[in-house]
């Protein structure tokens, strides 16, 4: 059977279609994702796709529940465009979400009453919603730092989406890694108070668990949005991974913690491929983002208080 699909809001945010890992070179990644972390491709198999509008190239790999697309700007990378833009500036590093929204006309104009910039595909302002509009990307300034695509339609061929899901998923649970689900992604934030005004009360999103990391030397709060968790979090430490990666990007997606089966098997599975990792409690490992395309992975067996998708 088909994934079941948590929705959050008024309009019907739903499933996180896929994350964006932002590289140079679609096929490199790829090959990582899928060497790795047992990923299954599923567009851009042989050759990545091209979208003139964005002026880029691109894949979709699933890892267990969670998709993520990588994305290389056509070189030499056009800072007029949006995707050179922020290639230009951040280079190999994650980029974004995407959700599926049941209504995008509702929740874009809920939105902009609310004073969030819109923008086009392809850049560009968008004043009043468009029936035809297919996504569009509330402006991070608005957001507290997450850039998030918001479309109406299921990415093709998505395995989530397919009668044989339940059983596909099960793959990932006997691989080496051992990945059962996504925890969450987390988003560095400077202001925790704010960006939690700023999901709860603009975008709908539901509190679920807040606390202290004292390892990670963070604040935070884990929300859902529609069918996964975000992990809003304040560094309490400048000199900590966080407080670096806040102090030099300001609010901006950050990682991505996956829930494992067992954390030994995946600490003897990312060394033998050459990512190094550390221990940062018995319970949590991080894997070293030089090894990940600049890419700040984490793996726990921790559970999360109220969290509406343990089962």
């Known amino acids: 059977?088909?994934?079941?699909?948590?929705?959050?809001g008024d309009h019907g945010i739903g499933l996180m279609i896929h994350m964006v890992h932002m590289?140079?070179?679609?096929?490199?990644l790829n090959k990582f994702y899928e060497d790795v972390f047992g990923g299954l491709m599923f567009?851009?198999?042989?050759?990545?796709?091209?979208?003139e509008v964005e002026d880029r190239w691109a894949g979709l790999i699933q890892v267990s529940d969670?998709?993520?697309?990588?994305?290389?700007?056509?070189?030499?990378?056009?800072?007029?465009k949006p995707v050179g833009k922020f290639y230009t500036k951040y280079g190999k590093h994650l980029h974004s979400v995407g959700y599926k929204v049941d209504d995008l006309v509702a929740i874009g104009n809920r939105l902009i009453e609310r004073g969030v910039y819109i923008g086009k595909p392809g850049g560009g302002k968008i004043e009043e919603m468009d029936p035809e509009t297919m996504y569009f990307y509330p402006?991070?300034?608005d957001t507290a730092g997450l850039m998030v695509e918001l479309c109406r339609t299921d990415m093709p061929d998505d395995p989530r989406q397919l009668g044989t899901w339940s059983s596909q998923v099960k793959l990932w649970r006997s691989h080496p890694l051992t990945i059962e689900r996504a925890n969450y992604v987390t988003l560095g934030v400077k202001d925790l108070d704010a960006a939690v005004h700023t999901y709860v009360d603009v975008i709908q999103a539901v509190p679920v668990h807040s606390g202290i990391d004292d390892e990670l030397q963070t604040k935070f709060q884990i929300v859902q949005l529609g069918d996964c968790l975000l992990q809003l979090a304040q560094p309490l430490n400048t000199d900590s991974d966080l407080g670096r990666h806040v102090d030099q990007w300001g609010?901006?997606?950050?990682?991505?913690?996956?829930?494992?089966g067992d954390l030994d098997s995946a600490e003897k599975w990312l060394n033998l491929k050459g990512v190094r990792t550390t221990r940062i409690r018995p319970t949590l490992l991080a894997a070293n983002p030089d090894d990940c395309h600049n890419a700040p992975y984490f793996f726990s067996t921790e559970t999360i208080p109220n969290d509406p998708f343990e089962v």
């Open 66 to 80: 969670f998709c993520v697309e990588t994305m290389a700007p056509n070189l030499p990378a056009d800072p007029t």
């Open 1 to 8: 059977m088909e994934k079941i699909v948590q929705k959050t």
């Open 43 to 51: 567009m851009g198999v042989d050759e990545p796709q091209w979208l």
């Open 139 to 141: 402006s991070p300034r």
């Open 251 to 260: 609010n901006m997606i950050y990682g991505v913690t996956f829930r494992v």
């Open 23 to 28: 590289t140079d070179d679609v096929p490199t």
